[in-house]
């Protein structure tokens, strides 16, 4: 999960003193400090959380801890992030010289000051360029409020836990085995996206596919992720399963509060641990269409086996300027079959030279 996007930006706010929270600006939005919003309803009398969203934005999950319990930027500090970012943008999509040497096999160094999205995807042979990307060029705004954070913990990070509490064994695949195709890591296998774009809670990984397309039923609300093309099911007015069965994105269920969706998820797989909680991890979401261009979401993290008490976080999806389309991405795809099979040929070129060498006199 990319999660260091601020690191080469926030430097150009610092130098501005932060004293409390300040209310910013969001080109589009309709929110009014105090001012009430209803939503309008579907035939069967539910609200209208909207059709297609997107949760980018360059407010990272957790504060840079230089920031320490400042909940928000001053709108002077945001401007100049976001007027950094504008201008590392346009510096990446400049037109590259067709007669230019190819990039080395292990990556060219990217200039300095490059955003570290830009410099992961670029530098490499085979590397997207930054028109494919998505990591976001704007600061995430809660009422008004430019965030320094997605959590909302007084220091805007994971609080620690409890004192000898130990996280059950998360799962352990990942890109540092290639001795079976079920140890590779799941975006790999094409099974779930890489990063939290699924959730719970849902989280925009800082790379691409942020966008969502929310479906609404009388007994279920769907909720199609671009990433992966993985779809939520949350069952309306039901009740939770009661055996140990761990569907991907956990077993979710939901119900109205007034103008608010609210679900709650549990049995959650061990590969989709949240900051180590997996076994007992409760995640319960709120979603509430606060103006017609912004829909507020907000989580909050229960796992008392290791935290002493519930914690989360909060932002506001933005309407996605067009529609999701398919992300043709299938288990079993040939780039996995090559790793692996490459991985084999070192293996065999590995036993033959020791059985060489065992050979010598």
């Not at 909940?71 to 999509?93: G, M, V």
């Not at 140990?244 to 077993?251: A, H, I, N, S």
């Not at 996995?336 to 059985?355: F, I, P, S, T």
Request: hydrophobic residues 35%.
């Amino acid at each position: 999960m990319i999660r260091a996007r601020l690191a080469a930006l926030v430097a150009t706010a610092a130098l501005i003193p932060l004293s409390g929270t300040f209310p910013g600006t969001f080109p589009g939005t309709a929110f009014a400090a105090g001012a009430p919003y209803s939503p309008p309803r579907l035939s069967f009398g539910q609200p209208d959380l909207g059709d297609t969203w997107s949760n980018v934005s360059m407010t990272p999950e957790t504060r840079p801890p230089g920031l320490g319990t400042r909940a928000a930027y001053t709108p002077e500090q945001a401007a100049a992030i976001e007027h950094a970012s504008a201008k590392a943008l346009a510096a990446a999509n400049e037109k590259t010289d067709p007669n230019a040497p190819p990039p080395t096999a292990g990556g060219d160094r990217p200039p300095p000051g490059t955003r570290p999205e830009f410099a992961l995807a670029g530098g490499n042979v085979g590397g997207y360029n930054a028109f494919w990307l998505d990591p976001g060029n704007a600061i995430m705004r809660v009422h008004g409020e430019a965030r320094t954070s997605i959590l909302t913990t007084p220091d805007g990070r994971v609080p620690p836990v409890i004192p000898g509490a130990k996280a059950p064994p998360a799962w352990g695949g990942g890109l540092g085995s290639f001795d079976n195709p079920e140890y590779r890591s799941l975006g790999e296998r094409c099974i779930m996206g890489f990063g939290r774009n699924a959730g719970p809670p849902m989280l925009a990984n800082g790379f691409y596919n942020n966008d969502y397309q929310f479906i609404q039923t009388p007994d279920a609300v769907a909720i199609i992720v671009e990433m992966n093309h993985d779809v939520r099911y949350i069952r309306l007015n039901a009740q939770h399963r009661t055996d140990d069965y761990r569907p991907w994105m956990g077993d979710s269920i939901g119900h109205w509060e007034g103008n608010t969706l609210v679900v709650e998820t549990d049995h959650i797989p061990r590969a989709q641990a949240y900051h180590g909680s997996w076994k007992n991890l409760k995640v319960t979401e709120r979603f509430t269409r606060t103006a017609p261009d912004r829909l507020l979401y907000q989580f909050t993290i229960e796992d008392p086996t290791l935290w002493a008490a519930p914690w989360g976080g909060e932002y506001e999806f933005s309407p996605l300027k067009g529609q999701v389309y398919e992300y043709a991405c299938h288990e079993g795809n040939y780039a996995l079959r090559n790793m692996l099979a490459g991985a084999r040929a070192e293996d065999a070129k590995a036993a033959a030279a020791a059985a060489a060498a065992a050979r010598k006199p």
